[in-house]
């Protein structure tokens, strides 16, 4: 195998490493803090919540594993140090950037649910507001 070869491995290894080991951090961040969110967004339903908790870090996964799949590939001649370093630097911002994205992502659903949650429900009448009601006259 050439230098050129063994720099380029090095440099995916290297961005999969980091890469995988901060969308596992976040995740994590994520379920752990996002449960406490569902739980009052849900009214106390703690199983409803970590069910939709963790149906949420299961779609970041794969979002997250898979971006960083899909981008892992190129095209550039990476044959010295500086190359490799300016190449995982690319790479790694775009990891960073969909990370910070989906955390946001995940932010403002967890806000949504809970403010949906919030609402006061406003109960019905038994009649609408113009119907009369018929009273019933002992004989």
């Known amino acids: 195998m050439n230098t050129a070869n063994n720099v380029i491995v090095v440099t995916y290894l290297t961005y999969l490493v980091i890469s995988v080991a901060l ?3 976040v995740a994590r961040t994520l379920h752990k803090r996002g449960g406490i969110f569902l739980v009052d967004a849900f009214h106390g339903s703690k199983e409803l919540a970590d069910s939709v908790n963790h149906l949420l870090v299961v779609g970041f996964y794969l979002i997250n594993i898979g971006f960083v799949s899909l981008a892992l590939k190129t095209a550039d001649v990476v044959s010295t140090s ?3 370093i300016e190449l995982l ?3 790694m911002g775009m ?3 969909i990370l910070g994205g989906m955390h946001f992502f995940n932010l403002y659903v967890f806000s949504r649910i809970r403010r949906g949650a919030r609402r006061p429900v406003v109960p019905t009448p038994p009649v609408t507001p113009d119907a009369m009601l018929k009273v019933a006259i002992p004989r």
């Open 82 to 84: 500086r190359a490799a």
């Open 95 to 97: 990891v960073l950037l």
């Open 89 to 91: 630097s690319d790479k």
């Open 23 to 25: 969308t596992i951090w």
